[in-house]
């Protein structure tokens, strides 16, 4: 590949003029994704234009379509649905339609089109870039345009990105506006639950999703509903009398909540609807429950976007206007996709009909052949849901005899109960005796270890922090009392769910193994700290609540000043020396500035940075929002660099800080944190049954081989699982961090959207990939 800082310098804007516009359903995020295409085509050199509500907008021309400059997006960031509007559009349906469309845009010299929308407006754009010189002659012909205007904008370059509450589209991982549905539908079902177990009810809830199920089974997952019902999986005949024995099952083990999540297109063997209406009528006349219907609708739709929908629709946008100028005539037309974290581009129209073959296959009742089409992260989350969510009865489990005890070590972290309860129902799927250690490696030498049961875990997903409690302490003061415990309880295997601290105390377990045969056995770590500092994993479970946290209250305080004069905010985040939470977190809030320990600043870089503030305050602009992490630099703390601002924008803007603190730890898990917790220890304790077998000889487990000691992270698109001891060479243990980290090339994008002059390294962003590739979405995409 040719050296990317000089491809990126040749990939100049200028003379190009880039048009946006959102169509279809709207989604949470889409005005990030404007905001992106905006800020980036402008600081490539190109004239960015709004088109206003849609394909409408396009035909209509006239001030629907609207040059947009830097400040033009200012403050859109957080706002939901889309402000440059949307319609459904039947003018452009017909071949008169895209000929107005196509003279409005050849007036205006706009040959890029970035269109953010579902599979019906990706389609339509395509069908206009395929007839795009047809329309041209026919302009041409009728005098509209002349014939050097027709060869001036002779090709029409579209990129996609979808926009989708559904997460319905083949080919990417997450759409726009799905995260930020689900944190609408897990809001709702966390505040049902309280009013649900006051009353023992039975609640029966309608989410989106008319083609497809991810919203009802991953909100299935992340809150441990009791059934779920989805157009791709229909329920085996005979399910009515198999629900109604569950819940009444549940009432029988003192359980005061039972809650069925129905997507609205859930049909049954015969493609017949199952409406919410038919499950109450069923619960009430088959149990006589108190039965309750709550239908989401366009709620599912509204507020505010989530932390990870601004950063995917930013990051998609950047690289949309990147292939619009790497575009060349016989480029397909593409759409930007997640994979893993990272952003690339796939062909359009593969992906479309990828998606109508999903729906082809409902259709004929090829409903397994469906669940495969959806990928790989639509089937793992299936997979895992059936396995949490069904409790077998003793007879029906293998009987493993293995003991397997779980324990949260380091600072609590969101999702960390989720992890747990998912190791324990899996566990006992396998037909292990799970125990729980209290208050981490201390409570372990202490003998706070207790059998753990099905029932016991029931309601954790939602709950924040850890309910097992977690200490900071090492295990290595204390190895003969926890080898004593090891054998007292007959041990045979370790799931350490926490942040560093865990990861030190595994590699101390490790190291004590020659001395102590009791730790000869399968141990294995799932990375739990907001502060995303593991080496060996991209993500860590906790981190996007935290995310959340920063994002929720960077709102806030922007909101706090909007009526006053110019202000300037300087917010401190945890992480310890990872500036991950700052660096992330301003990508998503739009901060001007974010101050990390890996990337160094001096007082040059502050002057520069503040004089930089001052001169968009003298525009538009009344807001700015700066970032430090908490270790970024000993000597320019926070108090330091608010001192600073507020001395040197005097005149110009005032300063206020805010030190986040703890916040960032508490707080119920995202969607993301409980769905990401419960997948990765699922697999974890999956890892633990095969090692078990595999380390079992003459009676007893032994296991002291590298490999059975791991940490089980996700790198890009793939759970991995890695030797503890081959990390050692990508840790920086002064600092706690890993030597190398992902997000770190997240930087130039956050300065970018800021407005500074920097470069940004095209190898960074997804090269155009065949779809045959993505068929098959990795099990890790959560």
């Not at 990706?122 to 069908?127: M, V, W």
């Not at 009013?195 to 991953?218: D, I, K, N, P, W």
């Not at 549940?250 to 997507?263: E, G, M, P, S, Y």
């Not at 981190?543 to 946290?549: E, F, Q």
């Amino acid at each position: 590949m040719p050296d990317s800082k000089k491809l990126f310098e040749n990939l100049s804007g200028a003379g190009k003029s880039i048009g946006v516009l959102t169509s279809g359903g709207d989604a949470q995020g889409m005005n990030a994704a404007v905001r992106a295409v905006v800020r980036m085509g402008i600081y490539v050199g190109a004239k960015v234009y709004f088109v206003h509500e849609g394909y409408q907008g396009m035909v209509d021309g006239g001030d629907n379509i609207k040059e947009a400059s830097w400040e033009s997006v200012s403050s859109m960031l957080q706002v939901g649905g889309t402000v440059i509007g949307s319609a459904r559009c039947k003018d452009f349906r017909t071949h008169e339609g895209r000929l107005r469309a196509a003279l409005n845009l050849v007036q205006r010299g706009i040959t890029n089109l970035c269109v953010i929308g579902g599979d019906g407006s990706l389609t339509g754009a395509n069908l206009f870039r395929e007839e795009w010189s047809g329309l041209l002659d026919e302009l041409v012909q009728s005098g509209e345009i002349s014939e050097e205007a027709a060869q001036t904008h002779s090709v029409l370059h579209v990129v996609g990105m979808v926009g989708s509450i559904d997460n319905d589209f083949c080919g990417t991982d997450m759409t726009i506006g799905t995260d930020s549905a689900l944190h609408r539908i897990i809001e709702v079902v966390d505040a049902i639950m309280t009013t649900a177990q006051s009353h023992q009810r039975t609640f029966v809830l309608e989410v989106m999703g008319r083609h497809c199920g991810y919203l009802a089974l991953v909100s299935g997952l992340a809150c441990g509903a009791d059934w779920v019902l989805i157009p791709e999986m229909p329920p085996k005949d005979g399910w009515e009398e198999q629900m109604c024995h569950k819940l009444s099952e549940n009432r029988a083990d003192k359980k005061r909540l039972n809650i069925i999540i129905v997507a609205e297109g859930a049909i049954d063997q015969n493609n017949k609807p199952i409406t919410t209406d038919l499950i109450k009528d069923l619960v009430v006349s088959c149990l006589g429950f108190d039965t309750r219907v709550t239908i989401l609708g366009h709620v599912q739709r509204g507020g505010t976007p989530s932390a990870f929908d601004r950063i995917l629709a930013s990051r998609m946008g950047v690289e949309a206007v990147l292939a619009l100028l790497e575009a060349s005539p016989g480029t397909p037309a593409c759409v930007v996709s997640l994979c893993g974290n990272q952003a690339v581009r796939v062909p359009l129209m593969e992906c479309v009909q990828m998606t109508q073959e999903v729906q082809k296959a409902m259709d004929e009742k090829r409903f397994e052949e469906a669940v495969k089409l959806r990928g790989r992260s639509f089937e793992n989350n299936l997979n895992t849901y059936k396995l949490l969510s069904h409790r077998k009865i003793d007879a029906e489990l293998p009987h493993s005899s293995f003991n397997v005890a779980v324990l949260n070590v380091g600072a609590p972290a969101a999702g960390m109960n989720a992890a747990v309860r998912s190791a324990v129902r899996v566990g006992i799927t396998e037909g292990h005796t799970m125990f729980a250690v209290s208050d981490g490696f201390e409570g372990f030498y202490k003998g706070q270890i207790k059998e753990i049961k099905w029932g016991d875990v029931g309601g954790w997903t939602g709950q924040g922090g850890s309910l097992l409690g977690t200490k900071r302490t090492l295990p290595a003061k204390h190895i003969d009392k926890i080898a004593e415990q090891m054998r007292i309880h007959n041990i045979n295997a370790l799931l350490v769910i926490g942040g560093f601290e865990a990861y030190l105390g595994l590699m101390e377990l490790q190291a004590a193994r020659s001395k102590h045969t009791e730790l000869c056995v399968p141990m294995v770590m799932v990375p739990a700290t907001v502060s995303n500092n593991i080496p060996g994993s991209d993500l860590s479970i906790g981190a996007d609540t935290a995310l959340n946290a920063i994002t929720d209250t960077c709102d806030r305080i922007k909101q706090s000043a909007s009526g006053t004069k110019r202000r300037v905010f300087i917010i401190e985040t945890m992480g310890g020396y990872c500036g991950y939470l700052a660096t992330v977190g301003g990508l998503a809030a739009g901060a001007d500035a974010a101050y990390i320990y890996e990337e160094p600043f001096d007082i040059r870089d502050l002057q520069s940075n503040v004089e930089h503030l001052t001169e968009k305050m003298k525009t538009s602009i009344q807001r700015g929002l700066v970032l430090r992490n908490e270790n970024s630099s000993e000597n320019y703390t926070t108090d330091f660099i608010y001192q600073l601002y507020t001395e040197e924008g005097k005149g110009v803007f005032d300063c206020r800080k805010n030190v986040l603190g703890h916040m960032q730890q508490g707080g119920a898990p995202s969607p993301f944190d409980r769905n990401f917790g419960t997948k990765i220890a699922a697999k974890a304790v999956q890892w633990i049954s095969k090692k078990l077998k595999e380390f079992y000889r003459q009676g007893r487990v032994f296991a002291n081989t590298e490999d059975s000691a791991c940490l089980l992270g996700m790198r890009r698109r793939a759970l991995v699982f890695q030797p503890v001891v081959q990390l050692k060479d990508e840790t920086d243990f002064v600092h706690r961090i890993p030597k190398e980290q992902w997000w770190l090339r997240l930087r130039p994008l956050m300065k970018i959207l800021a407005k500074y002059k920097t470069s940004y390294d095209v190898s960074d962003s997804g090269q155009l990939e065949h779809i045959v590739r993505l068929r098959a979405k990795d099990s890790s995409a959560v």
